[in-house]
């Protein structure tokens, strides 16, 4: 059995107003004095490119549940040094709010070649991703291993997407963290090399190129980790949840176990064309796991949830040798009914942002100080967001965890209930990434429980109910999700009200020219008043709701048990 770790990291932010802070070395200090005040010894911090980061690793595991415990513990203390320092940490894939003071990049010699290189790429990039490394016995197997994972990269992509945020706005993507490092050279699926040397002469060259700093340093989304003896896959996102990082592992072990024993009987990886390997990453980053998918060895269109059952089934055989399979099974229904973070950070900016609309209209104008979401549910001037003074999310209809339609007021506090924002009865320290349903996985439609035949599908009652929840609005959830039926994934996830644009601007429907100066962010309203009713959210209210969500899902697992 493979042994596996997983190196985790976070960004630092304002808890009140959710920008990133340079707070990383006071951060990681205090850290690292409760780690060594607790014997912690196999959990180790490190820090990261930016000023606003630090990074949270296990040791080396054997089973899924040490690697949970480590997980927790990575969290817990990190989540604690940040709140001693004031400062709140969050597990998201790129910053949602960039930092007042400026971005910084952090001392050392390395950091400071690395800023000269790649220049404003380098300076602005405050991206995090979650990193999983599975134990090989030398080089020449990783890299006949990484050959047979390159076509199932984009999908652990898709599966951990959770960067839709930046820059305060919803950029429209499910992963923007993969569109920042498209910027660097030879970033996406690496190429299939026949030997080690082989690919350590194509480092080399890129060293030899001037592009990369030195030949520990490539993009790709998988590679023979230059430390240890192991594959070191890099495709996910930074995810809200240590379960989101154990299933991650889990399947990048069960993919690397699969390649071993295929490797075994001779079968070397597919080959496949590498522009249809650079479109698979880029809709992985465009849609996650709401819309169409692109099949690497097909070649074609297909919708991302059968690739990922495909994904599913092709790794089972590894997960039922190591005994993970019925545990797998579960983790994987919880992210099929609860979706990724990148919707379930939509989810939140939607639910906090039907709040703020309807006390703006009450209060003759609501302003971004009126709808700032705190860690505790608070806001500013305005109050609490309360699961009973919400407005409108919208007039349509949209299912309920139950797969019922649900209208306007209900809807609001349905989605309120299922975030916890304001709610005297969670308190901050509250898991609120959990749906309503999540223990009572009939309640989300599922087609028997986690651990029935049925846990491959997914969602099936009143169509996929977790697409809906999304913000599917009419038509079939699967068309929707697939990217047909009145334009592509994003209109569908809009609502399917109106035009593309329309869909896509964020408003009630109207099109792109109803906001001021024909602003994209649409409705007419206030650059931070973020609408909803759309799969896309704009505005920076919208971007804070999503980062005071992921902070209260870090802060309540920091605080909980293995």
């Not at 994934?489 to 593309?500: E, I, L, N, P, S």
Request: proline share 4%.
């Amino acid at each position: 059995m493979s042994t596996m770790g997983v190196e985790e990291e976070f960004l630092l932010v304002d808890p009140t107003g959710f920008h990133t802070v340079p707070r990383g070395k006071a951060v990681l200090r205090r850290a690292r004095e409760a780690l060594s005040a607790a014997a912690l010894n196999s959990v180790t911090l490190h820090e990261e490119l930016a000023s606003s980061q630090v990074e949270a690793a296990t040791g080396v595991c054997s089973s899924l549940a040490e690697l949970r415990a480590e997980l927790v513990a990575g969290r817990a203390v990190v989540a604690q040094a940040a709140r001693a320092e004031g400062v709140a940490a969050v597990s998201a894939g790129t910053a949602a709010l960039p930092g007042k003071v400026g971005r910084s990049l952090n001392a050392g010699d390395r950091y400071a070649a690395i800023g000269r290189l790649y220049a404003d790429v380098a300076d602005t990039y405050e991206v995090s991703g979650c990193h999983v490394h599975i134990g090989v016995s030398d080089r020449e197997t990783a890299v006949a291993v990484i050959n047979h994972l390159r076509p199932w990269l984009p999908m652990l992509l898709a599966l951990s997407a959770n960067s839709p945020f930046a820059d305060g706005r919803d950029t429209g993507y499910a992963s923007w963290r993969m569109m920042h490092q498209a910027h660097f050279p030879g970033s996406g699926v690496p190429p299939r090399f026949a030997s080690a040397d082989e690919e350590q002469r194509a480092v080399e060259r890129l060293v030899d190129c001037g592009v990369v700093v030195d030949s520990a340093m490539s993009f790709w989304l998988a590679r023979p980790s230059s430390r240890f003896s192991t594959v070191e896959v890099r495709a996910a996102d930074a995810v809200p949840t240590v379960d989101d990082a154990v299933l991650l592992a889990a399947l990048t072990r069960g993919l690397v176990q699969t390649a071993l024993a295929e490797l075994e009987t001779g079968r070397e990886g597919p080959e496949l064309d590498d522009q249809v390997c650079a479109a698979a990453v880029w809709s992985a980053a465009r849609y996650g796991m709401d819309g169409p998918a692109v099949h690497p060895v097909q070649e074609r269109s297909v919708p991302a949830s059968d690739l990922a059952r495909e994904l599913l089934r092709f790794v089972s055989p590894a997960l039922e040798e190591t005994g993970d399979l019925p545990y797998v099974r579960q983790l994987w229904a919880n992210l099929m009914r609860e979706g990724t973070g990148a919707r379930r950070q939509r989810l939140a900016a939607e639910a906090d942002g039907g709040a703020r609309a309807e006390r703006g209209s009450r209060a003759d104008g609501g302003t971004e100080e009126d709808g700032g979401t705190g860690m505790n549910g608070s806001t500013g001037t305005g109050g609490g967001v309360k699961a009973g003074d919400v407005g409108r999310l919208n007039s349509a209809a949209r299912p309920n965890d139950l797969g019922q339609p649900v209208h306007g007021a209900e809807a609001s506090e349905s989605a309120l209930r299922t975030f916890g924002f304001g709610r005297s009865d969670i308190p901050a320290g509250a898991i609120v990434g959990r749906s309503v349903a999540a223990s009572d996985p009939a309640r989300a439609g599922l087609a028997g429980a986690a651990s029935d035949a049925g846990w491959a599908d997914g969602p099936a009652t009143g169509g996929d109910v977790a697409a809906a929840r999304a913000g599917v609005r009419g038509g079939d959830a699967a068309a929707a999700r697939a990217g047909v039926g009145g334009g592509d994934a994003a209109a569908a996830r809009a609502g399917g009200r109106g035009d593309v644009p329309s869909g896509r601007a964020g408003g009630y429907g109207g099109d792109v020219a109803s906001g001021p100066g024909g602003d994209r962010r649409g409705g007419g309203a206030a650059n931070d008043d973020s609408r909803v009713g759309s799969g896309v959210m704009r505005g920076e209210g919208a971007a804070r709701a999503a980062v005071a969500y992921l902070a209260r899902v870090l802060e309540s697992e920091g605080g909980s048990d293995a």
